[in-house]
């Protein structure tokens, strides 16, 4: 099997062509055995790049844990990249299908080659049970968002705002982004009660009105460098608790990313496309996942 290694600010898969080769028997399986950093390939997940009868094509993927996620903002990126690049579909605006419905991707292209892409990512979703969580909406929001609510664990008390952008964030606003809030409190927020699809738990610092830096410890991946859907949840989270303006300059681990929840209430986001190899895999037996793998984890 063909494979080709990208990343979207430092978040980074694997992405099949499936246009060109057939698609893997177990995908869920695959995701696991080539994401574990230092006995395998190593990446945040598995991502499909398939045929659509609805779109330019479809994009599918897969944590590093195997379970199937709705959409990745970064991913996403990439995958319009590889479709441009390699001559799937040359156009400068793509619709890529998605877990999260259809999305548009307008591409700056200079000698013949994706360097960034504007993805529309759609309406945020505010309302609890679509989200989904459990959590109370705020009382005081007119809209019933889940903002600035008390989340309990086992003794600690937050103060989250949840956000849906196809798939379901949990953000809390800190002083410091430290360790102890992602490596420590992300995966208990991850596996909490209140959150029945499990969550991505988001920890953002605002620096500025227009400019916030964040970590990320994603459902199924553990933290990672970046998280475009995140990036995105957060930049509405600001703006509705009246934390920061609507536009904001994202600083993360791996990189930048512009977010824009426009006045049209679909939220835009803008960043790179790196193609960093190709290989071919050929399979290999059980490898380890998780700590032994060289995740970080607390």
Not at 27 to 50: K, N, T
Not at 111 to 120: A, L, N, P, S, T
Not at 121 to 149: C, H, Q, S, W, Y
Not at 242 to 269: F, I, K
């Amino acid at each position: 099997m063909r494979f080709t290694k990208m990343h979207g600010a430092g978040n980074d898969y694997l992405y099949v062509d499936c246009f060109s080769q057939p698609l893997p028997d177990d995908p869920a399986e695959l995701a696991r055995q080539v994401s574990p950093r230092h006995f395998s390939v190593g990446g945040d997940g598995l991502i499909l790049i398939c045929p659509s009868s609805l779109a330019d094509a479809r994009m599918r993927m897969f944590n590093a844990d195997g379970s199937e996620a709705e959409m990745c903002g970064n991913g996403i990126r990439c995958v319009a990249k590889y479709v441009y690049d390699h001559g799937i579909c040359r156009k400068d605006r793509l619709r890529i299908e998605t877990g999260r419905g259809l999305l548009t991707l307008d591409l700056s292209v200079a000698d013949g080659r994706v360097e960034r892409v504007r993805v529309d990512m759609g309406e945020p979703i505010l309302e609890a049970k679509r989200i989904p969580t459990t959590l109370r909406p705020n009382p005081a929001m007119a809209n019933g968002a889940v903002t600035d609510v008390d989340l309990s664990l086992r003794g600690r008390r937050l103060k989250v705002t949840c956000v849906s952008m196809g798939n379901p964030h949990c953000i809390t606003f800190v002083d410091e982004l430290t360790d102890q809030w992602v490596l420590g409190v992300g995966p208990r927020v991850e596996n909490n009660r209140h959150f029945p699809q499990r969550v991505n738990a988001e920890f953002a610092r605002i620096l500025a009105p227009g400019e916030m830096q964040m970590r990320v410890w994603e459902r199924g991946s553990g933290e990672t460098l970046a998280c475009g859907t995140g990036a995105c949840a957060v930049c509405v989270a600001g703006a509705l608790t009246g934390r920061t303006q609507r536009t904001v300059l994202m600083h993360l681990a791996g990189g930048d990313l512009e977010l824009e929840w426009a006045a049209d209430n679909h939220v835009y986001m803008t960043g790179g496309a790196v193609e960093v190899f190709s290989g071919e895999w050929a399979g290999m037996g059980t490898v380890p996942f998780g700590r032994e793998a060289g995740k970080r984890q607390p």
